[in-house]
């Protein structure tokens, strides 16, 4: 069995894993890092119910913060991804609507 601070750490490792893809456009990874990192919650969520030393717990909350803090910025990333390619779908329904009338005067 894996110990609490392990988990958190690959929970955050994960996390950061997803960040980087995210950031980074290669979006094909997506899906499996979420299922990894929802594997790890589950089984932090189930260890960590036992008892654990205050140094251990300690460690795991800061650990667990960051990757609170990670996810965060997951979601402004995607965010900001999202409403790019809003814009630029918008400016590109613009460009037809445009050429459909200058179409007209050919």
């Not at 814009?87 to 613009?94: K, N, V």
Request: hydrophobic share 35%.
């Amino acid at each position: 069995m894996k110990g609490l601070t392990t988990l958190a750490l690959q929970l955050l490792q994960a996390t950061q894993a997803l960040l980087d893809s995210v950031q980074s456009g290669e979006l094909e990874q997506l899906e499996a890092l979420q299922q990894q990192r929802a594997s790890l919650v589950a089984e932090l969520n189930d260890i960590s119910q036992q008892d654990w030393p205050e140094g251990v717990k300690v460690e795991c909350r800061a650990l667990v913060e960051r990757t609170r803090q990670l996810e965060q910025e997951v979601i402004r990333v995607m965010t900001e991804k999202r409403d790019a390619i809003g814009r630029e779908h918008d400016q590109l329904q613009r460009n037809q609507q445009a050429r459909k009338a200058y179409g007209s005067f050919s």
